[in-house]
């Protein structure tokens, strides 16, 4: 170990317990304050050339570090609640949105069918992934899938076209 890691090693257990303590009165939740500390040692490994020789500069330089670590954490919580909103917004506006006739028609269509079999419509129809790929993500065999989706085609084809046709009114 050279002079300036075994100082840094010397300098993180003195400043750890001190740096943890500035970390918990800042975050919320307060056991985030364990990783951001750990985050806090692991910069100050990577940037023992940055350390200054005085160790009242260096105790600066920790506590600097630790502010940057922890402004960095603020911003990506605040990141991921705005994107947190913003998918809560998507998610409220199509479920708000009205099915159309036919889309609620096959909506309750599929609901009727098994949940795999569900699954298997959705998969494919609505996420676009292929048989083959269906049968990997359900970790079943592709000629498991094929046929069930085969038959549960089938079962939709006739609950869709044995419901009557609605028309619009007055005519």
Not at 64 to 85: E, P, Q
């Amino acid at each position: 170990m050279t002079a300036a890691e075994d100082r840094l090693q010397r300098l993180a257990t003195d400043l750890a317990p001190q740096l943890l303590n500035y970390l918990v009165r800042r975050v919320d939740p307060v056991e985030d304050a364990a990783d951001l500390l750990s985050e806090t040692l692991l910069v100050m490994c990577r940037r023992t050339r940055a350390l200054p020789s005085d160790d009242h500069e260096a105790r600066l330089w920790a506590f600097g570090v630790a502010r940057r670590v922890l402004a960095t954490h603020r911003r990506g919580a605040a990141r991921r609640a705005a994107l947190v909103d913003r998918l809560r917004d998507d998610l409220q506006n199509a479920v708000d949105e009205p099915a159309t006739g036919q889309e609620a028609m096959l909506l309750e269509a599929v609901g009727a069918l098994d949940p795999l079999d569900q699954e298997i419509i959705r998969l494919i129809h609505w996420d676009g992934f292929s048989q083959v790929e269906v049968a990997r993500i359900l970790h079943r065999r592709p000629g498991t899938i094929r046929s069930r989706y085969a038959r549960a085609r089938e079962t939709l084809k006739a609950q869709l076209h044995d419901r009557p046709k609605k028309t619009p009114a007055g005519r």
